[in-house]
């Protein structure tokens, strides 16, 4: 698959709260790895597109909100690598489409509107049956990529880490530059890669953004109990250890207050690095805010994987602005 702009880049971000904790900061802009399918998305769709050409479908068919990321990347890809895209998109239709659906539209996608209660059954196989006999044989995702080949696809997030190992590490034993791998979550499947090819040792951070995300930590256990019963390549065969820090969601999913408006503009002017409200704003504000509390050891060395979204910034923005017009 070419066009794709890979190793990404990672940035140092220097800055006086990481400083004064005496930790060494770094940012892998996986957003910059190819206008639209960018980020985690990339990784999530590899294995799943390369699945649906090895079986020779020629549609694929996932879910998403109308604001999803995962819609925008999966139209793109269908429309990069040659396939028909239907996403079903969860309630109804709204006019003008927002510039997510409008891009997704001009890739070729055709919307597909289900209801609330229909939406739910998404993953039940009457759902499954009723999608094969409306539209006929179409390699169906999950929303947000959340399967086996969307975990398999983050285990390869770490090829974009460079392998160079630290003085400290190296006296420790250890074969890796960063200790600390931070990470947005939502359904887990980016984590779930992440943590079975880190090395022994490192460890994987993650920041739910909807509240109450305690529960995804079963979630994560049986994504990868599921991947290492399965045959997929693993390159170790158990996971690193990993956590989730579920403090940090800011009222829930898509929800934001001032304070993380505010830090996100900051911290693009500051740094360079744009971040979308969703998703990346809450861990990076998350991080920030463990740095300043003494949550991390001195020396320790921190990656932030930028998993994209910013897309989902120009549907944000307008919302806001209807909001305050109120
Ligand atoms: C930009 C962005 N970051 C992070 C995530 C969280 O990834 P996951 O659902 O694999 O936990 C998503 C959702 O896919 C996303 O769109």
Known sequence: MSLIFFPPPIEQITSEIARHAGVDLYVLRLDLMHPWVNGNKWFKLKYNLLEAKQKNFTTLLTFGGAYSNHIYATAAAGNLFGFRTIGLIRGEERLPLNPTLSFAVQEGMQLVYLNREMYRQRNTPALEEYLQQR????????????????VRGCTEIDRAMPTAVTERSRSAGYAYAFDHICVACGTATTLAGIALSLHKGQRAIAFPVLKNGAFLAQEVESLLTNYLASDLPSPYNSPASWELVCDYHFGGYAKVNNDLLFFSQQFTEEHGVPLDYVYTAKMFYGVMDLL???????????????TGGLQGNVGMEERLQRFSKI
């Open 135 to 150: 539209f006929g044989e179409v390699f169906i995702i999950p929303e947000g990529g959340s399967n086996l080949n969307g």
């Open 292 to 306: 300043k509390q003494g949550f991390f050891s001195k020396g320790d060395r921190l990656l932030l994987i930028h």
